[in-house]
């Protein structure tokens, strides 16, 4: 790409960037010949893998009424039913923070509070001054304050029906992880696995992915990726044991080819002698990347 984007004419020497817009057409190349036509051989595939799996299920048999049916028997059997709190007239706790995660404004306040958080985790940098690490700081500790009391809030309401709601699991793990990586950095007790900050970052950024419950059109995004899982995860084992057999073959052909050879690209990184370097050839070639 930046051979042509320095070239001029012929026999002219180049002149870097000379021709900068070029650059955008082989954006618009990469994006077409190589993303677009991956998802559709990858889309074909799969279609093609249900296709055959339903014909060997013997669902082929059925009408497409009777399939109907039965895709929508099977949908009833996976539905999950989630109590919905019911606010009493008293005005004892329960009743006062049942009504308050009823409240929309409550949580949209979280949801703005989620998005708020991300920017707050993003806004680091190496060597960022001592008055923005008190900052940030500050702000980290009002968030795991908010979202510790919702999360209190939420139990007091819905008591064990909480932890039937797989969302509210997952936030508790992270509430619940967060306060005891504080706990051990107030004790001034170093976590082996890892520096302490670095864990909290990493337990906070997983909160974005409550949107997912918010945002209906992002929530079908995400149950689709999960419903593909199983024709993904067949396709990937299929190409696993493709890499594996043109490895082997790659190790028998070139495994005894000169590394540092003018004719032959190949270096300590790319080579054939041994399984695991071929292996690794025939990823770096398959994702068209450089690594080294």
């Not at 026999?11 to 082989?26: E, H, R, T, Y």
């Not at 009408?63 to 007239?89: D, N």
């Not at 707050?120 to 979202?147: C, G």
């Not at 793990?173 to 007790?189: C, E, F």
Request: with cysteine; aromatic share 14%; hydrophobic share 55%.
């Amino acid at each position: 790409m930046w051979d042509v984007v320095d070239g001029v004419g012929v026999d002219k020497a180049p002149i870097p960037g000379n021709n900068v817009l070029l650059v955008a057409l082989f954006m618009i190349l990469v994006i077409l010949l190589c993303i677009l036509f991956a998802n559709m051989f990858v889309g074909i595939v799969i279609d093609t893998y249900n296709t055959q799996k339903e014909f060997y299920s013997f669902n082929e048999l059925l009408e497409p009424f009777e399939r109907s049916w039965l895709k929508l028997t099977i949908m009833s059997y996976k539905i999950k039913p989630v109590a919905q709190p019911r606010s009493g007239s008293g005005l004892n706790l329960k009743n006062m923070c049942t009504k308050l995660i009823e409240s929309k404004h409550f949580d949209s306040f979280i949801m703005l509070c989620i998005i708020l958080n991300t920017v707050v985790l993003a806004l680091v940098w190496f060597d960022m001054p001592d008055v923005m690490t008190s900052i940030n700081e500050v702000f980290n500790f009002i968030f795991m304050a908010i979202f510790t009391f919702e999360a209190v809030v939420k139990i007091i309401a819905l008591r064990k029906n909480y932890f039937k709601d797989s969302w509210n699991v997952f936030d508790f793990i992270i509430v619940a992880m967060t306060l005891l990586i504080l706990a051990l950095r107030l004790a001034q007790i170093e976590v082996q696995f890892g520096s302490s900050a670095t864990i909290l970052r990493a337990l906070r950024i997983g909160r974005i992915l409550r949107l997912l419950k918010r945002l209906r059109s992002l929530q079908i995004i995400f149950m689709t990726l999960v419903d593909s899982a199983e024709s993904l995860g067949s396709l990937g084992v299929l190409l696993i044991i493709l890499f594996f057999m043109f490895a082997i073959i790659g190790r028998s052909v070139f495994g005894f080819a000169h590394i540092g050879s003018k004719s032959v690209e190949l270096n300590q990184h790319v080579n054939f002698r041994d399984f695991w370097s071929s292996f690794f050839v025939l990823m770096r070639s398959a994702t068209g990347e450089s690594w080294h």
